[in-house]
């Protein structure tokens, strides 16, 4: 895969992230204020991979669990899945962009694991 397809998938891995942040929050909107900060980071990610190009999510929205833990939950599973793509991606990356993968990866299993703090 070139440097921009790669470039692409992740952006558009982080686009799907962000549209399921404001797809949880339009659904249990008690989360609203919980998830701000969450979000607030994917959406930076989302900055960092496009180089100052848009940065609103696009696409159909994602289907959210009713209860608010379980959207949460997915919330979880979506960050872990995607900082394993990106770790994963590191090995076919330039440097430049294998260091923003891995800073990206990092991030995403933080978020993860501090996500827990929220569906308790």
């Given at each position: 895969?070139?440097?921009q397809g790669?470039?692409?998938?992740?952006?558009?891995?982080?686009?799907?992230?962000?549209?399921?942040?404001?797809?949880?929050?339009?659904?249990h909107p008690a989360?609203?204020?919980?998830l701000a900060p969450f979000r607030a980071v994917a959406l930076a990610h989302l900055r960092a991979l496009r180089d100052g190009g848009?940065?609103?999510?696009?696409?159909?929205a994602?289907?959210?669990?009713?209860?608010?833990?379980d959207a949460v939950g997915a919330l979880i599973e979506a960050e872990r899945r995607i900082a394993e793509e990106r770790l994963a991606a590191v090995t076919e990356a330039p440097p430049e962009l294998a260091r923003l993968l891995a800073?990206?990866?990092?991030?995403?299993?933080?978020?993860a694991q501090?996500?827990?703090?929220?569906?308790a």
């Open positions: 895969m070139s440097v790669l470039r692409r998938r992740t952006a558009r891995d982080s686009t799907t992230l962000v549209a399921r942040y404001e797809a949880t929050e339009r659904a989360l609203v204020e919980p848009p940065s609103g999510p696009s696409g159909q994602p289907e959210v669990p009713p209860a608010p833990a800073s990206l990866a990092a991030a995403g299993a933080a978020q501090l996500l827990e703090g929220v569906r």
